[in-house]
């Protein structure tokens, strides 16, 4: 790229006119460099239309003249100027930090997902549990009793031993064993009663199969003398009088069939003694009877009018 050159000498001192555009001054030897403008921001203006550029025309070439006598001592160029550092641009100020995005709040817990959250946990829970913390002597010694109570001995002695081995105190030992023993008392009497409850019904039955219920109330009898009342007792004993009644009614109806009203009479009164529901139209037909054979005894015992 080629410099800048002017048409005049740029030293002020010379100031000739050059023939040429040279780069330095033929006269005082200057250098023709034009300093370079600085540069400013301005608008550009709209572009012009390009022109030709002018065809240069050649100088006149004039004629030689002598050399002067004293050349001028050329002066040193002028510094060129250093351009004005610019203006330290602002930064534009910063911007303040933007809050950070807020979520969107979040649904409320349903119902049904506390309801499974809890079952879930509640299972945690007893799959995961501690083992029960073992039983006091004391509960044990109650649950040793119970087992006494219920006719359990064996269990009874076994929770005895393991309390002897285990040093359990005195006091809730003897307390046990006493336990023990009176459960076995009464647990042996209990198994005595069964016995006897099982022998007293085998010989009930054979009496009454026999005809015979005055032999199987005797029976019945001593066994509750013996072992006392129970609700079983009380069933049998309605069986055994209901076939008492029903021995006295068949004594009855003999005593009809002979016409012996005393006897009949004695046997209706021997039946209903027992009141047994079961047997109150039979009883009722007997003494429907009687009451016939009365009026005919009394009507033969009539004398004969003219008598």
């Known amino acids: 790229m080629s410099e800048t050159v002017n048409d005049v000498c740029i030293n002020a001192a010379c100031g000739r006119t050059l023939p040429l555009r040279v780069a330095h001054c033929p006269f005082c030897g200057a250098r023709q460099v034009a300093q370079a403008p600085v540069l400013e921001k301005t608008v550009a203006p ?52 933007s809050k950070g995005s807020v979520p969107p709040p979040r649904p409320p817990v349903r119902l049904r997902t506390w ?6 946990l509640t299972g945690i829970w007893f799959f995961n549990k501690p083992a029960d ?13 119970a087992l006494a109570a219920q ?13 002897k081995s285990a040093k359990a105190p005195a006091s809730h030992l003897k307390r046990l064993q006493a336990s023990i023993t009176k459960s076995a008392a009464a647990c042996e009497r209990q198994q005595q009663r069964v016995q006897a409850w099982t022998a007293l019904q085998d010989s009930v039955r054979q009496a009454l199969d026999a005809g015979k219920p005055e032999l199987a109330a005797t029976r019945l009898a001593v066994y ?8 079983d007792t009380l ?44 047997l109150a139209a039979r009883t009722q037909a007997l003494r429907a009877a009687l009451s016939q054979l009365l009026e005919r005894s009394l009507l033969d015992a009539a004398p004969a009018p003219g008598q």
Do not use: F, H
């Open 133 to 145: 913390k073992p039983a006091s002597v004391a509960e044990q010694v109650e649950a040793a009793a």
């Open 46 to 97: 709209p572009p012009l239309p390009r022109m030709p550029p002018p065809v240069p025309v050649a100088a006149p070439i004039l004629a030689p003249q002598p050399a002067p006598q004293s050349v001028p001592q050329p002066q040193p160029a002028p510094k060129p100027i250093a351009p004005a550092a610019p203006a330290p641009v602002k930064a534009p100020p910063a911007k303040p930090a």
């Open 224 to 231: 509750v003398k013996r072992w006392g009342d129970d609700p």
């Open 151 to 163: 006719c359990d001995l064996d269990g009874a002695r076994s929770a005895l031993a393991v309390l």
């Open 235 to 278: 069933e049998l004993d309605a069986t055994v009088n209901v076939a008492q009644a029903s021995a006295q009614l068949d004594l009855a109806d003999a005593c009809l069939a002979k016409g012996d009203r005393v006897c009949l009479e004695s046997s209706l009164l021997a039946a209903e003694r027992y009141k047994r529901p079961e």
């Open 115 to 120: 309801i499974a959250a809890a079952v879930v």
